[in-house]
């Protein structure tokens, strides 16, 4: 679980530098991410 952690560490740093940069496509990259830690967490309960 360690690595999963790292990894969402990671995406949100990337995603807060991609919003400096274009601040009108922060709505799709929440719903991105929003998205992929609802997968983890749902993938992280049934095992």
Known sequence: MHIAG???GVITLIFGIVIM?????LNYL??????????????????
């Open 6 to 8: 790292l990894a969402l």
């Open 21 to 25: 940069i274009f601040p009108k496509i």
């Open 30 to 47: 929440i719903g991105i991410y929003l998205i992929i830690v609802g997968v983890i967490a749902i993938i992280q309960a049934v095992t």
